[in-house]
């Protein structure tokens, strides 16, 4: 069973900082990542996606991915209020046809206090 | 204009009722989903269905059915709702089943009393 893990948190961080959110994976044969915002009462909403080891920027947010050691991180520098959301993390499940869906971790919730 | 549609936004209904949910995408996408985020905010998938080929998380009761009528629909049909059945249910969609991006409706909260 594919697992993907995320620390729930609240994770405060101050206004204008970096916001470090963290996800770790149990498939090693995972090839994909994608980071999506959840506000309250919202439908998730994708903010980035990563597949190769390495960083990948968009503007400021930053996805980090080590496959080695399982891990995939979402960097957003100068942190805005309207960050604070519920950010999830998750992977595709493949069958033999394509991909089945995303396994979702449980989310961290981001507070970016003013 | 809106990519991926759902009706009804909220649903009430008692145990043991029968109920539906519409879905709609207009991106001309081939592959859509219907996920279930429960009280703890857990989203998890429940179906896949791509050009008829319906895949089941073997989680999920039979209770829940999706239907297709077709490719810019998957409905989702409820029987003998019970309690645990309240959660926002999320439809999205993909270009394809190969294809990892998604995109995700409104949302529809359920309340089984």
């Known amino acids: 069973q594919k697992e993907v893990e995320q620390n729930s948190g609240p994770l405060s961080v101050p206004e204008g900082a970096i916001a470090s959110l963290n996800c770790t994976y149990s498939d090693r044969g995972s090839q994909s990542f994608f980071w999506y915002r959840q506000y309250s009462g919202k439908s998730p909403e994708l903010i980035m996606f990563i597949y190769s080891n390495g960083d990948k920027e968009d503007g400021r947010f930053t996805a980090q991915l080590n496959k080695a050691s399982q891990y995939v991180s979402l960097l957003i520098r100068d942190s805005q209020p309207s960050d604070s959301a519920t950010y999830l993390c998750?992977?595709?499940?493949?069958?033999?046809?394509?991909?089945?869906?995303?396994?979702f971790g449980k989310g961290t919730h981001l507070i970016i206090q003013p | 204009d809106t990519a991926v549609s759902q009706t009804p936004k909220y649903l009430v209904t008692q145990m043991g009722n029968d109920k539906s949910i519409k879905c709609e995408q207009n991106?001309?996408?081939?592959?859509m989903y219907w996920y279930k985020q429960d009280s703890k905010k857990f989203l998890k998938i429940m179906f896949s269905?791509?050009?008829?080929?319906?895949?089941i998380n073997e989680t999920v009761p039979n209770r829940f059915s999706p239907k297709s009528p077709d490719k810019a629909h998957l409905n989702l049909h409820i029987n003998s709702l019970e309690l645990g059945d309240s959660a926002v249910y999320f439809c999205a969609s993909s270009q394809d089943a190969s294809s990892d991006t998604q995109y995700f409706g409104p949302g529809t909260r359920l309340t089984v009393l």
């Open positions: 269905y791509n050009n008829k080929e319906l895949i």
């Open positions: 991106l001309g996408h081939d592959t």
């Open positions: 998750a992977s595709p499940t493949y069958s033999g046809g394509g991909a089945d869906g995303l396994t």
